[in-house]
């Protein structure tokens, strides 16, 4: 059974940065696309970046030159790098994984089978 667990979030100021973790288990990760997905408060989840097995990646446009996505296939882990955090930055950040060979939106949640809990990522002024 294939696991994510996402892990590094917490309480930050406006403009700081922070590294959120995600590590898998279960199953080799370059079997996966690997996605981050966020939901904040009262509003639905969204899409942030994604990165295919040979680590190219593509980002929301909310989030493009202020997010990195990385991942490492050899420690079946993936990081995502968030600097010059913003108010509307704070949701629940998740990890997500998707099998290669799918091809739809990489944008859908729906596309994706493997989920973590969540880290909280708390911005303030």
């Known amino acids: 059974q294939v696991e994510v667990v996402e892990s590094g979030g917490g309480l930050v100021h406006h403009g700081d940065s922070l590294g959120l973790t995600c590590a898998a288990s279960?199953?080799?990760?370059?079997?996966?696309?690997l996605a981050w997905f966020r939901q904040p408060p009262k509003k639905e989840r969204e899409f942030l970046a994604a990165?295919?097995?040979?680590?190219?990646?593509i980002y929301a446009d909310s989030v493009k030159g202020r997010f990195t996505v990385s991942r490492d296939n050899a420690k079946n882990t993936a990081s995502l790098q968030m600097n010059n955090l913003k108010l509307e930055d704070t949701a629940v950040y998740y990890c997500?994984?998707?099998?290669?060979?799918?091809?739809?939106?990489?944008?859908?949640?729906?596309?994706?089978?493997?989920w973590g809990q969540g880290t909280q990522v708390t911005v303030s002024s």
């Open positions: 279960g199953g080799p990760l370059s079997d996966f696309l």
């Open positions: 997500t994984l998707r099998s290669n060979g799918r091809t739809g939106v990489l944008s859908s949640q729906f596309e994706y089978s493997y």
């Open positions: 990165v295919d097995w040979t680590g190219n990646a």
